[in-house]
């Protein structure tokens, strides 16, 4: 039986896939930064803890604790929507701790026993603002720029340990907490001389013309951790396929 470690489980896409690994069998590990056992079904196949992917010591204590993984899915991340003038370059290093530098250093440390065991996946969750350009998330769309080129290169350089590394890019997904996680850092993003570009962002974005669901991306994170055709990228929901396809 395969065992999967989620991070960003706490709610959104974390969540629907950790559901989605346990109900095909898996042992999963949900890991969250404030652990809540109620949020998944009770089994003696599902383990939640805590991890903070921005602070090595929890890192370290989280797989310590997990053991052998087989597949892990880089999923915790961050949101932001304003505009790059107004935006202080401590958000925008938060943004990069949680969604880039903390991507890399789960990978880093999963890859010693990933490479001894010649074996394991890493699917790394980005977003379909890789696929096409979109005002007033310069700063979020870089972040996840970021993984997409250390993606594709690290997935060559461990090809030769039969290390499979992919990517899982969701489209706009209306039900998540993207702007809710936001929180303060979103407070003063928006000044006036973009307040025209904002609202027409937020009026096109209230009356989509295609949505992605959480359990798409769950599905889209099951075949790129289980896929063996070398396929890098793996779109998910309608519109992130149709960006794809566009491009």
């Not at 797989?63 to 107004?86: C, K, Q, Y």
């Not at 350009?133 to 690290?154: D, H, R």
């Not at 890019?169 to 936001?182: A, D, I, L, Q």
Request: hydrophobic share 45%; aromatic share 8%.
């Amino acid at each position: 039986m395969k065992t999967v470690l989620i991070t960003g489980c706490s709610s959104g896409y974390g969540l629907e896939t950790a559901r989605h690994f346990h109900a095909q069998g898996w042992n999963v590990i949900a890991t969250m930064r404030t652990p809540n056992e109620e949020l998944l079904p009770r089994s003696h196949r599902i383990r939640v803890l805590a991890l903070d992917v921005t602070k090595p010591d929890s890192i370290a204590a989280t797989l310590a604790a997990s053991g052998a993984i087989d597949v892990l899915v880089n999923n915790a991340g961050i949101g932001l929507f304003g505009a790059f003038e107004a935006t202080p370059m401590a958000t925008t290093r938060e943004v990069f701790e949680t969604n880039t530098f903390g991507v890399m250093a789960m990978t880093q440390a999963v890859l010693p026993q990933f490479r001894a065991r010649r074996s394991g996946v890493v699917v790394n969750v980005t977003s379909s603002t890789t696929l096409a350009p979109m005002p007033m998330v310069a700063v979020y769309t870089a972040s996840k720029m970021a993984i997409e080129g250390f993606t594709a290169s690290l997935a060559f350089e461990l090809e030769a340990f039969n290390v499979s590394v992919k990517l899982v890019e969701p489209g706009y997904g209306p039900t998540t907490r993207f702007t809710s996680n936001g929180g303060p850092r979103m407070e003063g993003l928006i000044p006036e001389a973009y307040a025209s570009c904002a609202q027409g962002i937020f009026a096109s974005l209230s009356q989509p013309a295609a949505v992605t669901t959480e359990a798409e991306v769950a599905e889209a994170v099951w075949r790129a951790a289980n896929d063996r055709s070398g396929l890098l990228r793996f779109p998910a929901g309608a519109d992130a396929v149709a960006l794809a396809h566009s491009g």
